[in-house]
């Protein structure tokens, strides 16, 4: 059974910055991609950004492009979503997935994936 646990959640004003975590432990990463999601309250839940677990190949949203960044230790079995200048259309609950690498991509899908953490809130208010 895959289990992913994110963290680094919170409350952060617009333009800080946030660092999430979503380890897996006993489970490695490379057999699977990690995507990170999120859903804001009323709205459906969508691919914020993807890192392929057999070359590192990253994939943003045009929403957090320049903004965000994904990247992996895999000694860790950790793969980290950096979010800077962020704002308050970034709140929502975020979560991370594994998902098969073909779709890793920009605009991937939640019903796509294999496995499911239970999430992380990010607010951006002031």
């Known amino acids: 059974q895959v289990r992913l646990v994110e963290s680094g959640g919170g409350l952060v004003q617009p333009g800080g910055s946030l660092r999430l975590s979503c380890a897996a432990p006993g489970f490695t990463l490379d057999y699977y991609s990690i995507g990170w999601f999120r859903q804001a309250p009323g709205k459906e839940r969508e691919g914020v950004s993807c890192i392929r677990h057999t070359d590192g190949t990253t994939y943003y949203a045009d929403s957090v492009k320049g903004r965000f960044t994904i990247s992996r230790d895999n000694a860790k079995k950790t793969v980290y979503l950096q979010m800077n200048s962020l704002k308050p259309e970034d709140t929502g609950v975020h979560y991370c997935?594994?998902?098969?690498?073909?779709?890793?991509?920009?605009?991937?899908?939640?019903?796509?994936?294999?496995?499911w953490g239970q999430g992380t809130q990010v607010t951006v208010s002031s």
């Open positions: 997935a594994a998902l098969e690498e073909q779709y890793c991509v920009a605009t991937m899908r939640s019903d796509l994936t294999s496995y």
